[in-house]
């Protein structure tokens, strides 16, 4: 691949998308997988009999902690995020695949996060035991115009390496992780409700967490995705605790 940098504009996000790619999801997944233990080989006949009772196992294997049921589905979701979102996604390694563009093959694009109006920048408290509160319009300006200049002047020095000749891999080093990255993230029910309790924070919580805004912005989007494909999993989730069976 040719090293010559291309004259691309210099962009600044202070959202992150998430879209569901690819599908083989349904609250029948759930069923089939689950009574194959007393149905064996008839078990795809039980489906759609009795939706009350569908929904009665649901809720019984989400609150007894039978998980391996939730696990014979699969969603594929594409995520445009900063790379700092990125270091903590990756650390759900259970469940969980995981394919990101590159830097060492493509010339990295000149996006960067900057936090909006809406997000919290004020720490209170100590850590564990801390709240978020709004910033002033002061302490707001700041972080947007002290964001802004470190990004331009990281990119720039950026530009200036490939234009010298120097390697993508090497030139990349003065990226800060405010860049935004994308990757392909393919999960299960099980394995994105572990990811959820962890990286979302919800009053039905039994455990509580505090996730980073920012990741918890991309686990807001995945939940409502997941949320229309299996409802009577989700309701079942929500009611006992937010928690991975
Ligand atoms: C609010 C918050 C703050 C955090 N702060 C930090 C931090 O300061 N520093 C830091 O390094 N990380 C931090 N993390 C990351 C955290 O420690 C986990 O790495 C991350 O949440 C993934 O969780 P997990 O290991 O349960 O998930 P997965 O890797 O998906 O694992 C799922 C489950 O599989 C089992 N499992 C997986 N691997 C093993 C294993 N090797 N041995 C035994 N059981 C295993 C466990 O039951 C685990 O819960 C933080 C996470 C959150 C949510």
Not at 5 to 22: A, G, H, I, Q, W
Not at 84 to 99: A, I, L, P, Q
Request: aromatic share 10%; with cysteine.
């Amino acid at each position: 691949m040719p090293d010559t940098p291309s004259e691309t504009s210099v962009s600044f996000r202070s959202d992150v998308t998430v879209e569901l790619v690819k599908h083989n999801a349904a609250d029948s997944d759930v069923l089939w997988a689950a009574r194959v233990s007393t149905a064996g080989e008839q078990s795809l006949d039980e489906l759609g009999k009795d939706p009350e009772r569908s929904k009665g196992l649901i809720n019984y294997l989400m609150r007894d902690r039978h998980g391996s049921p939730f696990e014979h589905n699969s969603m594929t979701f594409l995520v445009s995020a900063p790379i700092f979102v990125f270091r903590e996604f990756m650390r759900h390694r259970v469940g969980w695949s995981y394919n990101e563009e590159s830097g060492r093959y493509r010339e990295l694009q000149p996006v960067f996060y900057v936090p909006g109006e809406d997000r919290k920048l004020v720490q209170q408290g100590r850590p564990g035991k801390y709240e978020f509160v709004h910033g002033s319009p002061e302490q707001h300006a700041a972080v947007s115009e002290t964001m802004r200049a470190s990004y331009l002047e990281s990119y720039e020095a950026y530009q200036r390496m490939l234009k010298d000749g120097v390697a993508r891999e090497v030139a990349r080093a003065v990226l800060p992780v405010g860049l935004f990255s994308s990757m392909y993230a393919t999960c299960n029910a099980r394995s994105l409700m572990h990811f959820l309790s962890l990286r979302t924070k919800d009053d039905r919580a039994a455990v509580p967490s505090f996730p980073q805004r920012e990741i918890e912005m991309v686990a807001e989007r995945m939940e409502a995705e997941w949320a229309r494909l299996m409802p009577l999993t989700y309701a079942a989730f929500n009611a006992n605790g937010r928690q991975a069976p």
